[in-house]
């Protein structure tokens, strides 16, 4: 079997040339499979290798908006819907200047599995544009989203594909997005998630990654006899995820140290609690602000252009983007001391880290386990839109923790069955696969 998934992984290195962040997504997951391939030969036989690398649609268009000089200002869009076997397309959409069809494609081949683990009927997809929402005025924004969304409303729906936010697609920007679909298809039936509450949105939603993160995170310490309480916490940055990771934490007793955004991080040996925790929220969801200015405000100690990762700490969740854990920073974890990784940020270690990770006998969370709890929510989302109600707060608290509590499960028993319990990479890649494939066989060939 490891010769067919070699060379399967080399026909996606030929084909797909230049999208290394795709084919790093990809060997990070085949390179897990080949228990559950020998397992199973049936995968070979139907060929699920070959169509699980292959997008089911992959949608590339212009982006023509007017910014506040009145000049008319050109983006490229995307929209890749990866694999619909276990339900509707659903992913985020992710603006930032690095976006490129390579990481759309890497982030909707983590998505297939991320949704399968969260045991809700929801199929990979992901999307976004180059566009770069940092600095530009709410009128350019919604210039920019108004355009977006008349081209990308021909391909989503309720019943085909759900949107929802990513890195630069935050409550604004769904916002405009949302309010421009109604306009084109004049119905409401809450084809977004992650909406403000004011029309449809789902409590918990903005904090459910964050608080996902923790939850398996503290499955995977009860394991290990451990316990969050009295733990010193590492994150790397400060938006949705790593504020609400901190939330987090914070409630269960640990203590957070850390926080970064693009130029640097802090570092708060007394904690980042209290009245720093307010500070911190409305320094990046109401003024829009730079992490640096935490230290300023509180006099401790900045580093600009570096990571986090260097300081001592119990354990370590990674929060802010793909490839930030790189094998260096690996091993300072190791050498710290750390017991734990809880990645809530999509991919942010490397192959390679991860591999000194595991060889180390850290606890090591996945991605596409350990911050599923942000889709999971989304999926409770749908729930409610198509119920036309809404949960409590407390209700969808509940749900969400449970949906983590049975991923971790999940993760672990499937680590179990294949001989290396613990190992929540091959417990988690297996079983997101696993169920895909199966349904993907139940379907026919397409």
Same mark, same amino acid.
């Given at each position: 079997?490891?010769?067919?998934?070699?060379?399967?992984?080399e026909?996606?290195?030929?084909? =797909?040339?230049?999208q290394?962040?795709?084919?790093?997504?990809?060997?990070e997951?085949?390179?897990?499979?080949?228990?559950?391939?020998?397992?199973?030969?049936?995968?070979?036989?139907?060929?699920?290798?070959e169509?699980?690398?292959?997008?089911?649609?992959?949608?590339?268009?212009?982006?023509?908006?007017?910014?506040?000089?009145?000049?008319i200002?050109?983006? *490229?869009?995307?929209?890749?819907?990866?694999n619909s076997?276990?339900?509707? $397309?659903?992913g985020?959409?992710?603006?930032?200047p690095?976006?490129?069809i390579?990481?759309?494609?890497?982030?909707?081949?983590?998505?297939?599995?991320?949704?399968?683990?969260t045991?809700?009927?929801?199929?990979?997809?992901?999307?976004?544009?180059?566009?770069?929402?940092?600095?530009?005025?709410?009128m350019?924004?919604?210039?920019?989203?108004?355009s977006?969304?008349?081209?990308? $409303?021909? $391909?989503?729906?309720?019943?085909t594909?759900?949107?929802?936010?990513d890195?630069?697609?935050?409550?604004r920007?769904?916002?405009?997005?949302?309010g421009q679909?109604?306009?084109?298809?004049?119905?409401s039936?809450g084809v977004?998630?992650?909406k403000?509450?004011?029309y449809?949105?789902?409590?918990?939603?903005?904090?459910?990654?964050?608080?996902?993160?923790?939850y398996?995170?503290?499955?995977m310490?009860?394991v290990?006899?451990e316990?969050?309480?009295?733990?010193?916490?590492?994150?790397?940055?400060?938006g949705?995820?790593?504020?609400?990771t901190?939330?987090?934490?914070?409630?269960?007793?640990?203590?957070?140290?850390?926080?970064?955004?693009?130029?640097?991080?802090?570092?708060?040996?007394?904690?980042?609690s209290?009245?720093?925790?307010?500070?911190?929220?409305?320094?990046k969801?109401?003024?829009?602000? *730079?992490?640096?200015?935490?230290?300023?405000?509180?006099?401790v100690?900045?580093?600009?252009?570096?990571?986090?990762?260097?300081?001592?700490?119990?354990l370590a969740?990674?929060?802010?983007?793909?490839?930030?854990?790189e094998?260096?920073?690996?091993?300072?974890?190791?050498?710290?001391?750390t017991i734990?990784?809880?990645?809530?940020?999509?991919?942010?270690?490397?192959?390679?880290?991860?591999?000194?990770?595991?060889?180390?006998?850290?606890?090591?969370g996945?991605?596409?386990?350990?911050?599923?709890?942000?889709?999971?929510?989304?999926?409770?989302?749908?729930?409610?839109?198509?119920m036309?109600?809404?949960?409590s707060?407390e209700?969808v608290d509940? *749900?969400?923790?449970?949906i983590?509590?049975?991923?971790?499960?999940?993760?672990?028993?499937t680590?179990?069955?294949?001989? =290396?319990p613990?190992n929540?990479?091959?417990?988690?890649?297996?079983?997101?696969?696993?169920?895909?494939?199966?349904?993907?066989?139940?379907?026919?060939?397409?």
């Amino acid at each position: 079997m490891s010769e067919y998934v070699d060379r399967v992984y080399e026909k996606v290195l030929e084909k =797909d040339a230049g999208q290394p962040e795709f084919h790093q997504a990809v060997k990070e997951v085949f390179n897990n499979l080949i228990p559950a391939l020998q397992k199973n030969p049936i995968y070979k036989k139907h060929k699920i290798l070959e169509r699980i690398v292959e997008p089911e649609r992959q949608i590339i268009f212009r982006v023509p908006w007017v910014d506040d000089n009145n000049q008319i200002q050109i983006n *490229r869009g995307f929209r890749v819907q990866f694999n619909s076997a276990i339900g509707v $397309y659903k992913g985020g959409l992710r603006f930032h200047p690095s976006v490129y069809i390579g990481i759309i494609k890497f982030l909707g081949f983590e998505q297939i599995f991320k949704n399968s683990l969260t045991g809700l009927p929801m199929g990979g997809a992901k999307g976004g544009s180059d566009f770069n929402p940092k600095g530009k005025s709410d009128m350019e924004v919604m210039s920019f989203c108004q355009s977006f969304m008349s081209e990308l $409303y021909k $391909y989503v729906g309720p019943e085909t594909d759900i949107p929802a936010g990513d890195i630069g697609v935050g409550a604004r920007e769904i916002g405009y997005l949302y309010g421009q679909y109604k306009q084109l298809v004049n119905r409401s039936n809450g084809v977004l998630t992650g909406k403000g509450l004011e029309y449809g949105g789902s409590l918990i939603r903005p904090e459910a990654t964050g608080y996902g993160s923790v939850y398996f995170a503290q499955e995977m310490l009860k394991v290990r006899g451990e316990e969050i309480k009295g733990k010193l916490c590492t994150i790397s940055g400060s938006g949705n995820v790593a504020q609400y990771t901190a939330e987090k934490l914070n409630q269960l007793g640990a203590k957070v140290v850390t926080l970064s955004d693009s130029d640097g991080y802090v570092y708060d040996p007394e904690g980042i609690s209290g009245e720093k925790f307010e500070y911190v929220l409305d320094l990046k969801q109401v003024r829009r602000g *730079r992490i640096k200015e935490y230290a300023e405000e509180f006099n401790v100690e900045y580093r600009p252009k570096a990571r986090p990762w260097d300081i001592e700490c119990d354990l370590a969740f990674p929060s802010a983007t793909e490839n930030e854990i790189e094998k260096e920073d690996a091993e300072n974890l190791v050498d710290n001391g750390t017991i734990a990784v809880c990645e809530g940020a999509n991919m942010p270690s490397t192959n390679e880290a991860i591999d000194i990770f595991l060889d180390a006998g850290i606890a090591f969370g996945p991605g596409k386990a350990a911050n599923a709890g942000g889709v999971a929510t989304s999926g409770l989302e749908m729930a409610q839109n198509a119920m036309r109600l809404s949960w409590s707060r407390e209700e969808v608290d509940e *749900r969400l923790h449970e949906i983590m509590i049975n991923i971790h499960k999940t993760t672990y028993e499937t680590s179990k069955e294949y001989g =290396d319990p613990g190992n929540y990479v091959l417990g988690a890649n297996i079983a997101g696969f696993e169920k895909v494939a199966n349904a993907m066989i139940a379907q026919g060939h397409w």
